[in-house]
């Protein structure tokens, strides 16, 4: 298959909203600890480090003081892009998530739907993602597109018609969310096959399935990301020891496939980054 001798883009989900230090004291939940972690995480091989923000209390926060200070100490730390979350915690309004683009990171997610999520919800009006979409288009930010059922597809092609998106699309195919696509190798290709020519996409395998949604992905010519979003245990069901075990084990499944991970300055070329 000639999709295999490409880059592979390894991203590190670092936090993310939902776990805290009492389900595994590695999750790293202040600027400094995520900074650290990204260091790490950049060390063994990933490009992009996808962050969420936590407050004193390890609650998810888009405070605009803690944004600029993690992000700022993460560009300090390392060279990876950064991808700030506007997904930020489910108790979280859109309108203070949205104003997180202000802190002007190269790459913001951007949720084009409402769904239950676990045992909340995750709140997207059409409306106000537009809006969202517009401005990222404005500060010249890539929106990275989280996509967690297949229908979620439909509606971002139909911001791309409405000129709120522009071409390559940058998106996350995401498997293993209760209230989203169950992890099955069928539900990710099925959304894959439907996307745009010239799309650039990851696996997110939320849980167990982790390891073998994203190896499907690289082995099939997509992107991958890890990290203690996504997974708070290793294969065997230890607890991660940090964000840079889980990313040490995906370059370890890259590079078995002949995909040598994709370095920053690759990842701005391959995405046309400002
Ligand atoms: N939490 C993941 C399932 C975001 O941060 O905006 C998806 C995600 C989205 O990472
Ligand atoms: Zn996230």
Request: charged share 20%; proline share 7%.
């Amino acid at each position: 298959m000639s999709t295999m001798a490409k880059k592979a883009i390894i991203t590190a989900a670092l936090t993310g909203a939902t776990s805290t230090k009492a389900d595994n004291p590695a999750l790293p939940v202040t600027p400094e600890e995520i900074a650290a972690a990204a260091k790490e995480a950049w060390e063994a091989g990933a490009a992009i480090v996808h962050i969420h923000l936590r407050d004193e209390r390890e609650r998810p926060t888009a405070d605009l003081g803690i944004a600029r200070r993690t992000v700022g100490l993460v560009e300090e730390s390392c060279g990876a892009l950064i991808q700030l979350s506007t997904g930020v915690g489910l108790d979280v309004p859109f309108e203070e998530r949205a104003a997180l683009v202000e802190v002007r990171p190269r790459m913001a997610t951007l949720n084009v739907c409402s769904m239950t999520f676990g045992s909340g919800e995750l709140r997207n009006p059409p409306d106000q993602v537009r809006r969202l979409a517009e401005r990222m288009g404005e500060l010249g930010i890539k929106p990275e597109l989280e996509l967690y059922d297949s229908g979620h597809l439909d509606v971002a092609l139909r911001l791309l018609d409405e000129g709120l998106l522009t071409e390559p699309l940058l998106l996350s195919v995401v498997v293993g969310v209760p209230g989203g696509a169950p992890p099955r190798p069928a539900n990710l290709l099925d959304t894959v096959a439907r996307l745009p020519t010239g799309s650039s996409w990851q696996a997110v395998g939320i849980g167990p399935s982790n390891l073998q949604m994203t190896a499907i992905s690289l082995a099939v010519g997509g992107d991958a990301r890890t990290g203690m979003e996504d997974t708070l245990t290793v294969a065997d069901g230890a607890p991660a020891q940090s964000n840079a075990q889980l990313v040490e084990r995906l370059v370890g499944v890259a590079r078995s496939l002949e995909r040598e991970p994709a370095t920053p300055a690759e990842v701005e070329a391959l995405l046309g980054l400002a």
